[in-house]
């Protein structure tokens, strides 16, 4: 069979494409609202953030339109060279951080997630996880009919997934790691992988990472001990202190906020306001009504993702919208959990 490369007739869905566009719009207002003081004390210019945002944005959503008329078949082609790509990323990150070329890859705290180029920065185990979905999908879709078998149904996809998780957890970045073992074992399930294999593999993982925390996992240790108690009078409150502000904004906000644009906490007082936290200052300035508006939307989003993946006119198609539309979703979940300190920071 074959396909265009490019299909400008195709279509697009509009359900999802509106949900995206609204949670868009919504994010860049509060990012603004959430930004303009941290910029402007840091970088001299309120709309440091929402400028680069909004470009970001125009060009995002220019791109979203082009690809959509890119036929996703081809990337069945492209499989091994995007996921070369992103490990080849992954390792390079290490190796910059352990030789100390802070100017490549940037730390933060403790952990390094990050390369930066100057004009662009990015952490790889975002590419990382868009080329582990395509991998996954290019090879379970190819597997179908032996997906029951141990070896072909679990065996490949539990090494590339290790290979993955292996080197994104030695950047000091449980969540993306956890995030990458939960869309593997997603797309191994739908795949048609035998439940069992899903109980041992679980069971293993847990004691795995009980002993690892136990033994080496200091700064994940640590995470933990502030989410039981981020009031504790005993934890450094250095260590308690984004947690402790994130709940402060969250609980300021009641039921209706205190009007967009009103956020006390956003002066300086929580960390990362306009960044991984700054769904506590939707919280804050929102209130729960807000926040669940918005939780509504993403849910609607992920909806909408599955309804279309299952529809898909082949295995692949579906495998390959499925993995996207839970990697969105997983990362808001987890967010929301996060900020709401509801799992460890």
């Known amino acids: 069979v074959r396909y265009k490369l490019f299909s400008l007739g195709a279509g697009l869905d509009m359900p999802l494409l509106i949900f995206i566009l609204v949670l868009l719009a919504i994010g860049l207002v509060m990012l603004f609202s959430a930004s303009y003081a941290y910029s402007y004390y840091y970088y001299g210019n ?3 953030f929402i400028t680069r945002q909004a470009a970001f944005a125009v060009f995002g959503v220019a791109a979203m339109l082009v690809i959509s008329t890119f036929d996703y078949h081809h990337f069945h082609k492209l499989a091994v060279v995007i996921f070369g790509i992103a490990v080849f990323l992954l390792v390079f990150l290490l190796v910059c951080r352990y030789a100390h070329i802070e100017s490549i890859a940037r730390p933060e705290g403790d952990a390094t997630r990050w390369l930066d180029f100057g004009i662009v920065s990015f952490q790889p185990s975002e590419i990382a996880k868009f080329g582990l979905i395509v991998l996954l999908a290019h090879m379970i879709s190819r597997n179908l009919d032996r997906m029951d078998t141990f070896r072909y149904g679990v065996v490949p996809y539990v090494a590339v997934m290790g290979l993955v998780a292996v080197l ?6 449980l969540s993306a790691t956890l995030i990458i073992l939960m869309l593997g074992a997603i797309l191994m399930f739908v795949g048609g992988t035998k439940p069992r294999w899903f109980i041992i593999g679980g069971i293993v993982l847990a004691v795995g990472l009980t002993l690892l925390l136990l033994t080496k ?8 001990t502030i989410w039981l108690d981020p009031f504790s009078t ?5 260590l308690t202190h984004q947690t402790r ?3 402060y904004a969250i609980g300021s906000g009641g039921l209706l906020g205190v009007g967009l644009g009103q956020s006390r906490q956003k002066y300086l007082y929580l960390p990362e306001p306009q960044n991984d936290f700054i769904f506590a200052i939707v919280c804050e300035e929102l209130g729960m009504v807000g926040a669940l508006v918005i939780i509504v939307l993403f849910a609607l989003l992920i909806w909408r993702g599955v309804y279309i993946s299952i529809h898909a ?15 969105v979703g997983l990362q808001a979940v987890l967010n929301i959990c996060v900020v709401t300190n509801t799992i460890p920071n």
Not at 168 to 173: K, R, S, T, V
Not at 217 to 224: A, D, F, H, L, T
Request: hydrophobic share 35%; net charge negative.
């Open 217 to 224: 996992g200091g700064y994940q240790m640590n995470r933990i």
């Open 234 to 238: 005993e934890l450094d409150r250095d």
């Open 245 to 247: 502000q994130s709940l």
């Open 313 to 327: 006119k082949d295995k692949f198609g579906m495998l390959l919208g499925l993995g996207i539309t839970f990697q």
């Open 168 to 173: 994104i957890y030695l950047e000091n970045h």
């Open 46 to 48: 309120s709309y440091f």
